[in-house]
């Protein structure tokens, strides 16, 4: 799977948006763009997935770049519970093959 | 809809000693996963399971590590004999199955400390 490249912190204020950028540079044609993120001591969730097209759900919005290589997702009015070390991960479509996490962007929200 | 749950919450335990942790997946997901979380890193899958048997088991210690989900549902992990670096929280996850659309539910995890 593509290695990931991710900023090791962000701070964004309560109530705007919080752009996090990822860069997967080496990322292959079948290959998925996965978010989740993980909230001091819980188990990591599921935000949002893409392929090549722009993603929004309840949670948050996925822009990925028309040559693939990076991707941002946005949160679009961030609240003190959205901080959390954020996880952008690649995978291979239609396989098995399990998450491969890094070491994610830890996101604090400030009041 | 109920959640992955995970016993015990919190465990110390000495090195060289033994330990047990219990995975109960969502109803009817038929893919689990265990994975340890070292501090300050991303959780790393040991062994992921399709119903009861072993899809991966590429980065369990074999050696001290075991898993088993007998009956394609609830699945323990056991460390024999656990080692200073072995501390780490184990987190189980469950997936309705393993394509890629299918999202991963993660449990809240086991702390484990070895002293």
């Known amino acids: 799977d593509a290695k990931t490249t991710q900023p090791t912190s962000m701070d964004c204020a309560e109530g705007r948006a919080a752009n996090l950028p990822c860069n997967h540079s080496?990322?292959?044609?079948?290959?998925?763009v996965y978010w989740y993120r993980q909230i001091h001591s819980q188990g990591p969730q599921y935000i949002i997935h893409?392929?090549?097209n722009n993603e929004t759900n309840e949670m948050a919005s996925l822009i990925i770049t028309e040559d693939r290589k990076s991707s941002t997702l946005i949160l679009p009015h961030a609240t003190l519970r959205d901080t959390a070390v954020y996880y952008c991960?690649?995978?291979?479509?239609?396989?098995?093959?399990?998450?491969?996490f890094g070491s994610g962007t830890q996101l604090t929200v400030l009041p | 809809e109920a959640g992955v749950a995970q016993s015990p919450r919190y465990k110390i335990i000495e090195k060289r000693q033994s330990v047990a942790f219990w995975c109960n997946p969502i109803?009817?997901?038929?893919?689990l996963y265990w994975y340890q979380q070292i501090l300050g890193q991303g959780p790393k899958l040991l062994i992921q399971?399709?119903?009861?048997?072993?899809?991966?088991d590429s980065q369990l210690p074999k050696d001290r590590f075991s898993a088993e989900r007998l009956k394609g549902v609830d699945s323990t992990l056991k460390i024999q004999p656990a080692k200073l670096e072995d501390s780490a929280v184990y987190l189980c996850?469950?997936?309705?199955?393993?394509?890629?659309?299918?999202?991963?539910?993660f449990g809240p995890g086991t702390r484990l400390t070895v002293t």
């Open positions: 109803s009817g997901h038929a893919t």
């Open positions: 991960i690649v995978r291979v479509g239609g396989s098995a093959r399990q998450l491969t």
């Open positions: 893409g392929l090549k």
């Open positions: 080496t990322i292959s044609g079948n290959e998925y």
């Open positions: 996850a469950s997936s309705l199955d393993p394509r890629p659309r299918s999202e991963q539910y």
């Open positions: 399971f399709q119903n009861n048997g072993v899809v991966d």
